[in-house]
Protein backbone atom coordinates (compact mmCIF):
# COMPACT_ATOMS: atom_id res chain seq x y z
CA UNK A 1 0.00 0.00 0.00
CA UNK A 2 1.21 3.22 -0.94
CA UNK A 3 1.93 5.99 1.49
CA UNK A 4 0.43 8.88 1.42
CA UNK A 5 0.88 12.59 3.04
CA UNK A 6 -1.03 12.64 6.38
CA UNK A 7 -4.44 14.68 5.53
CA UNK A 8 -4.43 16.20 8.57
CA UNK A 9 -1.20 17.93 7.74
CA UNK A 10 -2.63 18.77 4.59
CA UNK A 11 -4.98 20.97 6.57
CA UNK A 12 -3.51 22.27 8.87
CA UNK A 13 -1.02 23.61 5.89
CA UNK A 14 -3.98 24.80 4.07
CA UNK A 15 -5.53 26.48 7.34
CA UNK A 16 -1.59 28.51 7.69
CA UNK A 17 -1.78 29.40 4.11
CA UNK A 18 -5.23 30.97 4.56
CA UNK A 19 -4.28 33.13 6.98
CA UNK A 20 -1.07 34.02 5.67
CA UNK A 21 -3.23 34.90 1.91
CA UNK A 22 -5.56 37.31 4.25
CA UNK A 23 -2.71 39.21 5.95
CA UNK A 24 -3.50 42.92 5.49
CA UNK A 25 -1.07 44.95 3.77
CA UNK A 26 1.45 47.12 6.47
CA UNK A 27 0.99 44.03 8.97
CA UNK A 28 3.70 41.95 8.49
CA UNK A 29 5.91 43.98 11.18
CA UNK A 30 2.77 43.64 13.70
CA UNK A 31 4.14 41.94 16.94
CA UNK A 32 3.08 38.47 17.28
CA UNK A 33 2.44 36.42 20.67
CA UNK A 34 6.37 34.66 19.79
CA UNK A 35 8.01 37.14 22.08
CA UNK A 36 10.91 39.26 19.86
CA UNK A 37 8.88 38.15 16.91
CA UNK A 38 6.48 40.06 14.35
CA UNK A 39 4.54 38.79 11.67
CA UNK A 40 7.00 38.22 9.16
CA UNK A 41 8.86 36.37 11.80
CA UNK A 42 6.67 33.56 12.12
CA UNK A 43 5.73 33.61 8.51
CA UNK A 44 9.11 33.13 7.72
CA UNK A 45 9.63 30.23 10.85
CA UNK A 46 6.79 28.31 8.91
CA UNK A 47 8.36 28.33 5.70
CA UNK A 48 11.14 27.23 6.89
CA UNK A 49 9.71 24.47 8.75
CA UNK A 50 8.75 22.80 5.24
CA UNK A 51 12.47 23.76 3.85
CA UNK A 52 13.47 21.15 6.86
CA UNK A 53 10.33 18.88 5.53
CA UNK A 54 11.99 18.81 2.17
CA UNK A 55 15.55 18.29 3.56
CA UNK A 56 14.45 15.26 5.67
CA UNK A 57 11.99 13.94 2.25
CA UNK A 58 15.70 13.85 0.14
CA UNK A 59 17.64 12.35 3.15
CA UNK A 60 19.52 15.54 3.18
CA UNK A 61 21.13 16.87 6.09
CA UNK A 62 19.90 19.57 8.14
CA UNK A 63 21.28 22.73 8.53
CA UNK A 64 23.40 23.39 12.07
CA UNK A 65 21.96 26.77 12.68
CA UNK A 66 18.30 28.61 12.45
CA UNK A 67 18.12 31.06 9.11
CA UNK A 68 17.26 34.29 9.24
CA UNK A 69 13.27 34.13 9.38
CA UNK A 70 12.75 37.48 7.66
CA UNK A 71 15.20 36.18 4.69
CA UNK A 72 12.94 33.12 4.20
CA UNK A 73 9.81 35.15 3.95
CA UNK A 74 11.61 37.34 1.51
CA UNK A 75 9.61 40.44 0.20
CA UNK A 76 6.59 38.38 -0.51
CA UNK A 77 5.79 36.17 2.08
CA UNK A 78 3.17 34.38 0.40
CA UNK A 79 4.77 34.02 -2.72
CA UNK A 80 8.01 32.42 -1.34
CA UNK A 81 5.64 30.03 1.36
CA UNK A 82 3.66 28.85 -2.46
CA UNK A 83 6.95 28.22 -3.88
CA UNK A 84 8.91 26.34 -0.54
CA UNK A 85 5.51 24.53 -0.40
CA UNK A 86 5.12 23.19 -3.97
CA UNK A 87 8.23 22.28 -4.13
CA UNK A 88 8.31 19.95 -0.67
CA UNK A 89 4.79 18.68 -1.62
CA UNK A 90 6.56 17.05 -4.95
CA UNK A 91 9.29 15.55 -2.91
CA UNK A 92 6.71 14.10 -0.65
CA UNK A 93 6.61 10.28 -2.53
CA UNK A 94 6.01 7.45 -1.15
CA UNK A 95 9.47 6.58 -0.42
CA UNK A 96 10.52 9.51 1.49
CA UNK A 97 7.50 9.26 3.48
CA UNK A 98 8.62 6.20 4.56
CA UNK A 99 12.12 7.07 5.69
CA UNK A 100 13.04 6.72 9.12
CA UNK A 101 14.18 9.83 10.50
CA UNK A 102 15.94 10.71 14.25
CA UNK A 103 14.07 13.63 15.51
CA UNK A 104 15.58 16.26 18.30
CA UNK A 105 15.25 14.19 21.62
CA UNK A 106 16.57 10.95 19.72
CA UNK A 107 13.18 9.42 18.59
CA UNK A 108 12.47 7.41 15.21
CA UNK A 109 9.93 7.73 13.15
CA UNK A 110 8.77 7.75 9.58
CA UNK A 111 8.88 11.01 7.98
CA UNK A 112 4.83 10.36 7.60
CA UNK A 113 4.48 9.62 11.43
CA UNK A 114 6.65 13.11 12.06
CA UNK A 115 4.18 15.08 9.40
CA UNK A 116 1.29 13.60 11.56
CA UNK A 117 2.95 14.64 14.90
CA UNK A 118 3.81 18.15 13.77
CA UNK A 119 0.01 19.30 13.85
CA UNK A 120 0.59 21.40 17.05
CA UNK A 121 3.10 23.63 15.71
CA UNK A 122 1.24 24.41 12.70
CA UNK A 123 -1.32 25.53 14.92
CA UNK A 124 0.07 27.28 17.37
CA UNK A 125 1.82 29.68 14.94
CA UNK A 126 -0.90 29.52 12.66
CA UNK A 127 -2.94 31.45 15.84
CA UNK A 128 0.37 33.66 16.27
CA UNK A 129 -0.15 34.91 12.82
CA UNK A 130 -3.67 35.25 13.18
CA UNK A 131 -3.24 37.13 16.48
CA UNK A 132 0.00 39.07 14.88
CA UNK A 133 -2.52 40.69 11.99
CA UNK A 134 -6.03 41.06 13.57
CA UNK A 135 -7.32 37.80 12.53
CA UNK A 136 -9.12 35.01 13.85
CA UNK A 137 -9.15 31.36 13.42
CA UNK A 138 -10.84 28.28 14.77
CA UNK A 139 -9.17 25.31 13.96
CA UNK A 140 -11.29 22.34 12.88
CA UNK A 141 -12.19 19.91 16.03
CA UNK A 142 -9.93 16.64 14.92
CA UNK A 143 -6.85 18.80 13.91
CA UNK A 144 -7.19 20.29 17.59
CA UNK A 145 -7.58 17.17 19.15
CA UNK A 146 -4.72 14.97 17.39
CA UNK A 147 -2.68 18.19 18.17
CA UNK A 148 -3.39 18.27 21.97
CA UNK A 149 -2.59 14.32 22.07
CA UNK A 150 0.92 14.44 20.64
CA UNK A 151 1.57 18.31 22.70
CA UNK A 152 0.47 16.60 25.73
CA UNK A 153 3.39 14.24 25.54
CA UNK A 154 6.01 16.74 23.61
CA UNK A 155 5.63 20.37 25.62
CA UNK A 156 7.14 19.30 29.05
CA UNK A 157 10.15 17.87 26.47
CA UNK A 158 10.16 21.27 24.98
CA UNK A 159 9.47 23.24 27.59
CA UNK A 160 12.51 21.44 30.00
CA UNK A 161 15.00 22.19 26.74
CA UNK A 162 14.04 25.93 26.76
CA UNK A 163 11.48 26.14 22.81
CA UNK A 164 8.25 26.36 24.83
CA UNK A 165 7.58 28.52 27.41
CA UNK A 166 5.37 27.92 30.88
CA UNK A 167 2.08 26.33 30.51
CA UNK A 168 -0.97 29.05 30.73
CA UNK A 169 -3.50 28.61 33.30
CA UNK A 170 -7.36 28.40 31.97
CA UNK A 171 -10.01 28.58 33.89
CA UNK A 172 -12.64 25.39 33.95
CA UNK A 173 -14.16 24.38 30.80
CA UNK A 174 -11.67 26.06 28.56
CA UNK A 175 -12.19 24.33 25.14
CA UNK A 176 -9.48 22.31 23.07
CA UNK A 177 -8.09 25.10 21.25
CA UNK A 178 -7.28 27.15 23.83
CA UNK A 179 -5.72 24.12 26.17
CA UNK A 180 -3.38 23.40 22.91
CA UNK A 181 -2.32 27.05 22.73
CA UNK A 182 -1.99 27.30 26.45
CA UNK A 183 0.44 24.24 26.52
CA UNK A 184 2.62 26.17 24.40
CA UNK A 185 2.43 29.57 26.64
CA UNK A 186 -0.25 31.38 24.78
CA UNK A 187 -3.13 33.28 26.57
CA UNK A 188 -5.79 32.28 23.91
CA UNK A 189 -8.69 33.95 26.52
CA UNK A 190 -7.28 37.36 26.60
CA UNK A 191 -9.75 38.80 24.06
CA UNK A 192 -10.10 39.68 20.47
CA UNK A 193 -7.45 39.73 17.81
CA UNK A 194 -5.75 43.21 18.09
CA UNK A 195 -7.15 45.06 14.80
Same mark, same amino acid.
Given at each position: ????? +??? *??? @?????????? @?? %???? $??? +?????? $?????????????????????????????? %?????????????? $???? #? !? #??? @????????? #???????????? &??? $????????? &???????????????????????????????? !???????? *??? %????? %????????????? *???????? +????
Amino acid at each position: MAVVI +PER *FVR @ALDGFEAVLV @AV %PPGR $WLS +PSPCEG $WCAVDVAGHVTAGLLVVELRAAGAPLPQDD %PDWREVAGADPVAS $WRAV #R !A #RMT @AGLGPEALA #RRITLGFGDVVT &LSE $WLEGSLSEL &LVHTWDLAQATGQEVVFDADLVGAALETARRL !APRGRAAG *FVG %PEVAL %PEGAGDQERLLAL *FGRTPLAG +PPRG
